[in-house]
C-alpha cells in the first residue's frame, strides 16, 4: 500500500507517492487544474491505479498557524473528494513547503529549459514529514 500526499493549489495539484512500505515520498505528477469534476477524477484514477492506502493534503496555514483563505479552499475541495474515495484522508500542515521545494529543486544544479513546477515536489515534502512523524511514533 502506498500513501499519496497531495498539494492543491488554484492552477495545479501536485501529487507525490511513497514507496510501498511507506519510507520514502517521491514526486509523482501535477495535475493542471481545469474542472473540478476532472481534478477528482484523476487523483481517484492515481488512488487505483498505485494502491493508494492512506492520502495526506498539505494545509496551508498562514505563519501564526491560522487558517485563512486557502485553508477553507483547500478544506473545500477535500470534502468534495471524500465523497469520491473512502480512502482515508488526513490533513497536515504545509507551511513553508513551496519555499523548500523551491530550494531543493534549485539546489539540485537541473537545468531546464521550461519553468520548473514545484507542487509534486512540496507534495512529496508534506508527505515525507508524515511520513518521519509515523516512524517516530
Known sequence: M???GLDIGDKRIGVALSDPGGV???PFTIIERNHEEDDIKAIIDIIIQNDVGVIIVGLPRLMDGTTGQQSAKVEAFVERLRGHTRTPIKLRDERLSTVSAKRLVQSSGRKTKRKPRYDAAAAAI?????LE???QT
Open 24 to 26: 520514502l515520498a517521491s
Open 2 to 4: 502506498r500513501i499519496m
Open 126 to 130: 508534506i508527505l515525507q514529514t508524515y
Open 133 to 135: 512523524e509515523q516512524r
